[in-house]
T-cell receptor
Framework: QKEVEQDPGPLSVPEGAIVSLNCTYS??????FMWYRQYSRKGPELLMY????GNKEDGRFTAQVDKSSKYISLFIRDSQPSDSATYLC???????????????FGQGTTLQVKP | DTEVTQTPKHLVMGMTNKKSLKCEQH?????MYWYKQKAKKPPELMFV???????INESVPSRFSPECPNSSLLNLHLHALQPEDSALYLC?????????????FGPGTRLTVT
């Protein structure tokens, strides 16, 4: 079993739809949860990070962490064709524990938003 | 400014060549990272430098040799690579290793080994 599971998709939605992207994980020691967006042939771009449980909102993007279920989500409201990209979740242990500096990535979900 | 720059953008090299990839950041970050990414896969961590010292080496073959000459610059020296080493090589930085959750990536160098 991988430490972080993410459905690779592809996920295709019409413009304006609400998109839900998800990851599950097995290691309860993860404390930081990140979402990256990667356009084709570009480097990943950090969208947001969350510490421990809860929600975080930034514009059209909302990240949710449910540590009890070991499940994280990224919601995109009013999706646009420019949101078409691969979305990678990533997780990290608390600083001071083993492997400080190492991110554990999901496989990435490819999203296509059709005009 | 959250920019990490990488040169060259593309590189084609033979298996007997020696080449270097360069990464630069001017955000005052003290942790820098090298990743390798194959098509349709997530980035795989190769090396982590913290305050110009190598702190993580993910059992990378010795044909990849990292170097951190100063706090802004990170190099990856390549020698005797194999065709399976063809990939996108990404550099990233963060304020320090503890803040690795806030990493900023460069655009990558697309490497082809012939």
């Amino acid at each position: 079993q991988k430490e972080v599971e993410q459905d690779p998709g592809p996920l295709s939605v019409p413009e304006g739809a609400i998109v839900s992207l998800n990851c599950t994980y097995s290691n309860s020691a993860f404390q930081y949860f990140m979402w990256y967006r990667q356009y084709s042939r570009k480097g990943p771009e950090l969208l947001m990070y969350t510490y421990s449980s809860g929600n975080k909102e930034d514009g059209r993007f909302t990240a949710q962490v449910d540590k009890s279920s070991k499940y994280i989500s990224l919601f995109i409201r009013d999706s646009q064709p420019s949101d078409s990209a691969t979305y990678l979740c990533a997780m990290k242990f608390l600083h001071g524990s083993g492997n400080t500096g190492k991110l554990i990535f999901g496989q990435g979900t490819t999203l296509q938003v059709k005009p | 400014d959250t920019e990490v720059t990488q040169t060259p953008k593309h590189l084609v090299m033979g298996m007997t060549n020696k080449k270097s990839l360069k990464c630069e950041q001017h955000m005052g970050h003290r942790a820098m990272y090298w990743y390798k990414q194959k098509a349709k896969k997530p980035p795989e961590l190769m090396f982590v430098y913290s305050y110009e010292k190598l702190s993580i080496n993910e059992s990378v073959p010795s044909r990849f040799s990292p170097e951190c000459p100063n706090s802004s610059l990170l190099n990856l020296h390549l020698h005797a690579l194999q065709p399976e080493d063809s990939a996108l090589y990404l550099c990233a930085s963060s304020q320090d290793r503890g803040r690795a959750y806030e990493q900023y990536f460069g655009p990558g160098t697309r490497l082809t080994v012939t």
